[in-house]
């Protein structure tokens, strides 16, 4: 529930990122780091990467989202966007490529 | 999803693996790379579109009705975790609730940690503002400085009244997790239950 700019020290990569609902293998009770220990597990083909999709104004919004509706929300720059987890929810959702702010930006659940 | 497993996210130019919670490349081509991360905030809609009416908004269609605020029921599941410090720090939701405002030493750096229960929203900030280390206690409408009694917003961070209106206090990279998997990924967390010390 966090989330992550895709700009990296090389600058010209864009990364778009595909849905993988991989399980992260449970490690043991010992004190190694997870990093140490990379098993996923597949549980999905990887999803298409989304990178186009609907943005709406507070306006034009009304009452079609709940007041109690929970998003993430991120300002970048002058720019400010929500993203509601009702969306995002689900192996099909989960990770949005988009530009915020003039940087390319994962928003991801 | 952030429950014991953790989701795994590809990228399309190299397929490499990236762990959806440490931000970094496990595998491919670019292992071991990691992703810069943005403040952001978890929130409810009405606590968001109050604080940034010119804000835009993903849509597409819903895929669930499930995540409203009543999503924190059992506030013992989850924490606000901050992993950018050694160790990890991570606070109990139980704890903010009755302890909405904490003044915090990481790593030697001053932070608080704040609580919205209406939105349900934990953040964490930097406690220095123009060189100035600030205290922080509750108040109704938000928190307040110790030194100037300035009144600040849990949400954003922004000082809405007093000696430093208009200052935002600096966030820091805490995001909210499940507790569980918060501590499979940063096992030497400090969190009370677990690797309490000092």
Known sequence: MNLRNTACPSGSLLLVFLIAMVGYGQQAADKKSPRDEYRPRRLLRPQPPITHFQLKSADEIGNTLNPAELVVGVTVGDESRAYPLNMLSGPHREIINDTLGERPIAATW | ?198
Request: glycine letters at 6%; charged letters at 30%; hydrophobic letters at 35%.
């Open chain 2, 1 to 198: 999803m952030l429950w014991n497993r953790s989701l795994v996210m590809y990228d399309a130019e190299t397929m490499s693996h990236w762990s959806h919670l440490l931000g970094e490349a496990m595998d491919g081509p670019l292992r071991e790379t990691k992703l810069e991360q943005i403040p952001s905030v978890m929130t409810t809609w009405e606590s968001w579109r109050q604080r940034h009416p010119e804000t835009t908004v993903l849509w597409l269609p819903r895929s669930s009705r499930d995540y409203r605020r009543g999503f924190y029921r059992e506030p013992q599941r989850f924490v606000l975790g901050l992993a950018d410090v050694n160790p990890p720090r991570a606070w109990h939701f139980e704890q903010l609730m009755t302890e909405p405002i904490l003044n915090e030493e990481v790593d030697e750096q001053p932070i608080v940690v704040t609580f919205d229960p209406d939105s349900v929203t934990a953040r964490a900030f930097s406690r220095t503002v123009r060189g100035d280390t600030l205290d922080f206690e509750r108040d109704a409408r938000g928190f307040l400085d110790r030194q100037t009694r300035s009144l600040w917003d849990r949400i954003s961070g922004k000082c809405v009244e007093g000696h430093y209106e208009g200052e935002v206090l600096e966030p820091r990279l805490a995001i909210v997790s499940f507790r569980n998997t918060w501590l499979t990924f940063h096992p030497e967390t400090r969190l009370p239950g677990h690797n309490e010390q000092d």
